[in-house]
Nanobody, 125 residues
Framework: QVQLVESGGGSVQSGGSLRLSCVAS????????MAWFRQAPGKERERVAT??????KNYANSVKGRFTISKEDNTKFSLQMNNLKPEDTAMYYC????????????????????WGHGTQVTVSS
């Protein structure tokens, strides 16, 4: 059974930093796509950052220059969040899945099969 567990959420003031971590177990994907999503009350889920099977990173425009996704290995990855703003307040979820491969390149599907239960991030002004 695949499990993803997030940690590191909390409450900070505007301008502060937090580091979220995700540990996955129970899957044997050798080059997984790993991602962080967030969802604020009353809003749609937003993909925050992705690290692809080949190591390429992508960020939502709203977090570029402030957030950094990184992975330690195929089962552990993190999200460093700096200069946090009140609009970053949300439940943050990590997700992982096998990559897509075609024409010699890896890519990640829009939907992920494996999800954590979420960790709350609250930023006060």
């Amino acid at each position: 059974q695949v499990q993803l567990v997030e940690s590191g959420g909390g409450s900070v003031q505007s301008g502060g930093s937090l580091r979220l971590s995700c540990v996955a177990s129970g899957y044997t994907v050798s080059r997984p796509c790993m991602a962080w999503f967030r969802q604020a009350p009353g809003k749609e889920r937003e993909r925050v950052a992705t690290i692809n099977a080949d190591g390429a990173k992508n960020y939502a425009n709203s977090v570029k220059g402030r957030f950094t996704i990184s992975k330690e290995d195929n089962t552990k990855f993190s999200l460093q969040m700096n200069n946090l703003k009140p609009e970053d307040t949300a439940m943050y979820y990590c997700a992982a899945d096998a990559p897509l491969y075609g024409r010699g390149t890896y890519s990640c599907a829009a939907n992920y099969n494996y999800w954590g239960h979420g960790t709350q991030v609250t930023v006060s002004s």
